[in-house]
């Protein structure tokens, strides 16, 4: 019952409201000046008499004295009651609507302006999005969970994530980069699919539990693809080799003083090797990104190209400060 409510509703527009509202002001006014003309009044009394009239009011103190009259009024009646009766009836049933689509979580809301989009269901969603929320970023989430679980700050359209139609409600071609996750690998995959159709330019990143979906993403062209069980595996195995090598890559990430940061290589930087350089704010440049392969600057202090891209742990604005 709900859904053929939501349905029928969501085809009202408002300029159907102002077409009704439209003619049942016309109708008003034409009675009006037909009464007037008729029944020997103003027309502000005509006008006066149209609107009681319309408003089923009937105070009596201005009547229609003939045949002629008497079928102006039912005219009247005839029209502006039904049409305003049907306009209020609309209003009420838009608000309604709106607080049903808020009580099942189907409002779609989105930023004005470029967003991060978090596509599907996973345990470290709710992490995620808070980690997005609390960096500034204006943030949707598009997936069929509870709405009271969703952080408030984030922008909620309830439905399953492999959906095409429903990836296409979240306008993915005005997002700024695109976060898929899943409980399933099938269902990343068909999200990643069906993204690189909606949107071919936008930036997405994927989290695959197997390696081998995780090349497959690759070869779709997602080349920002993480493998959830690699990344585990590698961190236990660092963490035999040298004990406290988990908890420093977890400071190195949840740090609130410092951040990752990706900055392009400028003009006065090429020809410069990477130990060269020093950026703007304290940073500790640690990997180097050409041509899409990431490389440890540890591993090679390469010589910097036009479209390199530098990745560092850089502190946050007054981290610095508030450091020292």
Not at 49 to 63: E, F, Q, R
Request: with cysteine; glycine share 8%; charged share 20%.
């Amino acid at each position: 019952m709900v859904p053929l409510l939501v349905l029928l509703f969501s085809k009202v527009k408002r300029h159907h409201i102002a077409v009704l509202l439209g003619v049942a002001a016309s109708s008003i006014v034409l009675g009006a000046i037909l009464f007037s003309i008729t029944q020997h009044v103003s027309l502000g009394t005509g006008l006066y008499w149209a609107v009681v009239t319309a408003a089923t009011v009937g105070y009596g103190d201005v009547v229609p004295h003939d045949a002629l009259g008497r079928v102006i009024a039912i005219v009247v009646i005839l029209t502006t009651i039904p049409l305003l009766a049907a306009v209020f009836a609309l209003m009420a049933g838009l608000a309604a609507l709106v607080q049903i689509r808020r009580l099942f979580g189907m409002e779609h809301g989105l930023p004005d302006g470029r967003f991060s989009v978090v596509y599907g269901n996973h345990p470290s969603v709710a992490r995620i999005v808070d980690e997005l929320v609390a960096s500034g970023r204006d943030v949707a989430l598009v997936a069929d969970v509870d709405p009271s679980e969703v952080h408030h700050d984030v922008h909620f359209l309830s439905g399953d994530p492999t959906n095409e139609v429903v990836i296409r409600k979240s306008h993915p071609e005005r997002a700024a980069d695109a976060l898929v996750v899943g409980a399933d690998d099938g269902d990343v995959l068909v999200t990643c699919v069906a993204l690189r159709a909606a949107a071919p330019d936008l930036s997405v990143f994927a989290l695959a539990n197997s390696p081998k979906i995780a090349q497959a993403l690759r070869d779709l062209g997602i080349h920002q693809t993480l493998s959830s069980d690699e990344l585990v595996a590698h961190t236990l195995a660092k963490s035999l080799e040298a004990p406290h090598a988990g908890d420093l890559l977890l400071r190195l990430i949840d740090s609130e003083r410092y951040r990752m940061q990706e900055t392009p290589v400028q003009a006065d930087m090429v020809g410069k090797l990477v130990t060269e350089i020093e950026l703007s704010k304290p940073s500790l440049v640690f990997g180097l990104v050409r041509d899409g392969a990431v490389m440890l600057t540890l591993d090679d202090d390469s010589v910097l190209r036009a479209d390199d891209v530098l990745v560092s742990l850089t502190a946050r604005d007054g981290a610095a400060t508030t450091a020292g």
